[in-house]
């Protein structure tokens, strides 16, 4: 989300319940769109990963030590007893959302000595308390510090502080007060999102992106799905949860190696554009990438959706009914053909992320908006005499650990990684 700010000076109540990613125990706020092809590790049966066949010498960058991420990171280091007065101890009423990482709680502090302050007053964050337990979720703390605490770009979540107080570790966000695109896309109780909306959001997210994977030293966020696609008020798009990011390849070469649940793989931020392209057609369509409510293949939304995404024709079957038929045909098809590019099995055909934003740019163009919209507000694909687009909206139970989302409540579905 682009120019979403931290809420200052006298906030009202700022809307509660949004989904703050968190894993599966939660109310299931999340998309499984994080299918990170390039890599050779073992997934979850119904997932088909692609192979990554490119030579490479693998390259790890060297590690750093808590203490020099810490002390490097231009953040705000807060007691733990703050953070207690800024959530009134953690009350149950303050709870955003909870997830393998722990829970998010909203808290106020203030906006110039980010002291704690008193409800409404200064402004709205969103805190994020890790278990106390467990070594991934201190991990993942630590890498959400050491990226966030250095990167800053209008398109991803801003990390004001963390909390490294005894046994206590904490991470302080800005807050996100429409939560995370999984909630507009998922519950039945949220108002659909509009075409033009949605490309607001992809192209947000795109440009996050695009900047991490652009840099010098290049970051793979390893992460992509709805849920970490945060919203602010005006559906400007915020990336986060960076626990799992990892530092791209240098030099000459196109991956690194990784480790997941002891099993060694090949990473490249083409993994990352297979995600997107995944999160495109939850776009499209208003389905989880993976839905075991669902019947046979429409199980798997890349399965069930790669054999319309070329077809013109038949692109109406996989669209969102909640659009009502409001939608640009040739935008439309420009998104399907994109995301049928970056789901394609073989890495190497994926497009970058920054040709992925110089084809989703132009759609959101005013002029061309208009142009292709009409006067009506939306051009129809035209289904065809009798026929309706197959689209239904199941909440289905999620498994797996997250790291909890930082804004309102968001709860995360299990990582492919």
């Not at 990171?73 to 009350?91: D, G, M, P, V, Y």
Request: hydrophobic letters at 35%.
């Amino acid at each position: 989300m682009g120019n979403c700010l931290i809420t200052s000076s006298r906030v009202q109540s700022a809307q509660s319940s949004q989904h703050a990613s968190g894993p599966s125990k939660v109310t299931s706020r999340s998309s499984l769109s994080s299918f990170p092809s390039t890599q050779t590790f073992s997934t979850p049966s119904t997932v088909t990963i692609p192979s990554y066949t490119e030579r490479s010498i693998e390259v790890l960058p060297t590690p750093r030590t808590e203490g020099e991420i810490l002390s490097s990171s231009n953040l705000k280091a807060f007691t733990f007893s703050e953070l207690k007065s800024a959530t009134r101890n953690f009350r149950p009423d303050s709870l955003l959302g909870e997830g393998g990482f722990g829970c998010v709680y909203k808290g106020w502090i203030d906006e110039q000595s980010f002291a704690p302050s008193k409800p409404g007053y200064g402004m709205v964050v969103a805190i994020k308390k890790l278990k106390p337990e467990g070594f991934q979720g201190h991990k993942e703390w630590l890498t959400e510090v050491e990226y966030l605490g250095q990167l800053h770009h209008p398109n991803l979540v801003k990390l004001i502080g963390y909390c490294s107080d005894g046994d206590h570790r904490l991470l302080v966000y800005e807050f996100m007060p429409k939560g995370s695109l999984e909630n507009h896309l998922f519950r039945r109780s949220s108002q659909p999102l509009s075409w033009a909306i949605r490309i607001k959001v992809a192209v947000g997210a795109a440009r996050g992106f695009a900047f991490l994977h652009d840099r010098e030293s290049q970051v793979i966020y390893r992460d992509v799905k709805a849920s970490n696609i945060l919203l602010d008020s005006e559906f400007n798009t915020k990336l986060s949860d960076f626990g799992l990011a990892k530092a791209g390849p240098t030099g000459d070469n196109t991956h690194v190696s990784t480790q997941v649940m002891g099993t060694h793989g090949r990473l490249s931020a083409k993994a990352d554009v297979y995600s997107f392209g995944v999160v495109l057609l939850e776009l499209l369509s208003g389905r989880r990438a993976f839905d075991k409510n669902k019947i046979g293949i429409e199980q798997n939304l890349v399965d069930w959706a790669r054999h319309f995404l070329g077809d013109k024709r038949k692109l109406y079957r996989i669209m969102d009914s909640r659009l009502e038929a409001q939608y640009p045909k040739k935008a439309t098809h420009t998104v399907a053909t994109l995301a049928l590019q970056c789901i394609s099995n073989e890495a190497k055909l994926r497009p970058k992320m920054s040709e992925v934003l110089a084809a989703l740019e132009p759609l959101q163009d005013s002029k061309e908006m208009m142009k292709q919209t009409g006067r009506s507000g939306g051009m129809v694909l035209d289904p065809g005499p009798g026929s309706k687009s197959p689209i239904g909206y199941v909440n289905s139970p999620r498994r797996g650990m997250g790291n909890g989302s930082p804004m309102a409540s968001n709860r995360k579905s299990p990582r492919v990684r």
